[in-house]
């Protein structure tokens, strides 16, 4: 029986595994990382790409918002300019004109927040449509400045923001200069209140956190939306010499604040429409997606880092258990398979319950082959007696006894080692019967022919055909086939029923002659062979020679039986 590992060994197979092992968690983990770290990195690269993507989208939305803005401006600062060339077309020329005038205009703009009056070359207005036409009297204008640049450029000209001298709101004035014949030249002035400009402000939504301001020449705010400013107000966050019309937006810091700042400017009025925003509000949807990969990563990661516990706590119960059934089959004890989650760790498993079905099989042919050996011992033993009695019987001196004796013992020697070396399969009876016969045979082997279909024998019933074998070899020399040239001998056996039937035939020589006294090879015949195989022997002589037959039962001779036997063989065999 084996011995299980001493303390000693043990140790010595815990060292074995070196400095560098590690637990298959580690592993785990590691492998964990290899496959989370480049998908966060290849995703955060991602990131900042659809985020550099969104941020080109937002900037290409706010240059064209921006430019549909000042275009709306445009738009209406047109449509008045076209209202003041149809009025002019028919301009009052003299103060008789006046009422008619002023009630068709009055009609025209009614509830528009916009007003008409008539400014002459010494820059007086005595005719406005924001009083009642009894109440006029001339009196100066505010906006001298751009009144003398309309007379002087004899085209359209558009204020910048004004601070009205009648309303006190802030507004913007078109000028058209109209020089009639024989008549001095007269402007027709078009103000309107610069807050409803703020309409054309809100037409195009800005995205959230951006302000969008119309400043005019001067860097004064004219309308604004989205907490752009007020009317009126100074425009400071950039300067009005700076700004103009760009493709993009531009980076700006002011007052230790980055901002993304995009201006259109007009080339009808020279107004510009500033649309500005937070750097942080355009860099925020990227924080945000990042703090939520961040968030989600570390939510996967606890995630992972759970399910490698739990694998690795499956791995390591699989793997404790595989070690107790390997400390188990180390000490002799039998394993059987187990079923584990795993299937490889399974397969180990199954492979330890088949090496240790193997191993207590393999113990159990060493306990029968050990009391198989005691038992062949006492038979030999046995054997090598009777021989020494019997071949003292018939020996006249002790050379002859010696050399006799030798003969039989290495006979029963070649028997014994067939038996060892094919084991409880049992020998081969050919083998065994060439392996007999050979020292014997003469040169030419034509005279020898051994035939018969494959039989295994059991051990006594090998050492028995074996030492039967060399007894009539050892005649067939002395008296029979081999004591001269010509003799022939014919060795063959078959199955008859539950039985085999050995015929040996000698001849191409005269009769036999008997034997002076009883030897041991007619004691190995008739008793060992008749009576320990339960067979039955005849002799018979003939005219060529002589011929020798055995008939012996099958269960005598098949070697699962003398396994069975031995087995139920109790251990003081030993």
Same mark, same amino acid.
């Given at each position: ?258 901002? $993304?700042?995009?201006?259109?400017? @007009?080339? =009808?009025? !020279?107004?510009? #429409?500033? /649309?500005?925003?937070?750097?942080? *509000? &355009?860099?925020?949807? $990227?924080?945000?997606?990042?703090? @939520?990969? =961040?968030? !989600?990563?570390? #939510?996967? /990661?606890?995630?992972?880092?759970? *399910? &490698? ?8 119960? @699989? ?256």
């Amino acid at each position: 029986m084996a011995d299980g590992p001493g303390p000693a060994e043990t140790s010595a197979i815990v060292r074995r595994r070196g400095p560098t092992a590690r637990p298959i968690a580690v592993y785990l983990f590691v492998l964990a990382l290899v496959a989370l770290v480049p998908a966060f990195v290849f995703s955060a690269i991602l990131l900042q790409r659809n985020n550099e993507a969104q941020e080109r989208v937002v900037e290409t939305l706010i240059t064209g918002n921006s430019r549909s803005i000042i275009q709306a401006v445009d738009r209406e600062i047109n449509a008045n300019i076209t209202t003041l060339r149809v009025l002019a077309t028919t301009p009052p020329l003299n103060p008789a004109e006046y009422p008619e005038f002023h009630a068709r205009v009055s009609v025209a703009l009614e509830n528009t927040g916009s007003f008409v009056y008539l400014i002459h070359p010494d820059l007086t207005s005595d005719l406005s449509t924001r009083v009642p036409i009894s109440e006029q009297v001339t009196t100066p204008i505010g906006d001298t400045e751009t009144a003398q640049r309309a007379f002087d450029r004899r085209d359209v000209t558009v204020s910048d923001a004004v601070l009205g001298r009648l309303s006190k709101q802030w507004v913007v004035n078109i000028l058209q200069p109209i020089f009639p014949a024989n008549h001095p030249p007269l402007i027709l002035g078009f103000s309107r209140t610069a807050s409803q400009l703020s309409m054309a402000l809100l037409a195009s939504r800005m995205p959230e956190g951006w302000h969008v301001a119309l400043v005019d020449r001067k860097g004064v705010i004219i309308a604004a939306a989205d907490q752009g400013g007020s009317t009126g107000d100074t425009f400071n966050l950039i300067p009005v010499a700076d700004l103009g019309t760009t493709g993009g937006w531009r980076a700006l810091t002011v007052e230790g604040t980055d901002y $993304l700042v995009v201006s259109q400017r @007009s080339t =009808l009025t !020279g107004w510009s #429409l500033v /649309a500005w925003a937070d750097r942080d *509000v &355009v860099a925020k949807p $990227l924080a945000d997606a990042f703090w @939520s990969l =961040l968030a !989600g990563g570390v #939510l996967l /990661a606890a995630l992972v880092v759970l *399910v &490698v516990y739990g694998v690795s706590l499956q791995i390591g119960r @699989s793997v404790h258990g595989l070690e107790a059934d390997a400390k188990r089959l180390g000490a002799g004890q039998p394993v059987e398979a187990r079923h584990f989650p795993i299937e490889e760790i399974e397969t180990v498993s199954a492979a330890l319950g088949d090496a240790s079905r193997r191993r207590q099989a393999a113990e159990t042919e060493v306990r029968f082959l050990m009391r198989e050996l005691a038992h062949r011992s006492k038979n030999q033993m046995t054997v090598i007696a009777a021989m020494a009695k019997q071949t003292a019987r018939g020996a006249d001196s002790v050379p002859e006894f010696v050399s006799s004796f030798e003969r039989r013992i290495f006979g029963l020697a070649r028997s014994t080692d067939l038996l060892l070396a094919h084991g409880v399969a049992g020998v081969d009876l050919k083998e065994l019967l060439v392996s007999q016969i050979d020292p014997f045979c003469p040169v030419d082997g034509e005279r020898v022919v051994v035939d018969g279909p494959p039989l295994r024998l059991n051990a006594q019933a090998g050492q028995i055909l074996g030492m039967a074998a060399h007894e009539l070899a050892t005649n067939a020399v002395k008296y029979g086939a081999f004591a001269k040239e010509g003799g022939r001998l014919e060795l063959t056996w078959e199955r008859v029923g539950d039985a085999v039937s050995f015929r040996w035939h000698e001849s191409g020589n005269a009769p036999a002659e008997a034997a002076p006294r009883r030897g041991f090879g007619t004691t190995v015949l008739e008793n060992m062979v008749g009576r320990s195989l339960n067979g039955e022997v005849k002799r018979e002589v003939h005219t060529q020679g002589i011929e020798w037959r055995f008939t012996i039962p099958l269960s005598s001779l098949d070697p699962s039986d003398t396994l069975n036997s031995a087995a139920e063989k109790p251990e003081t065999d030993k």
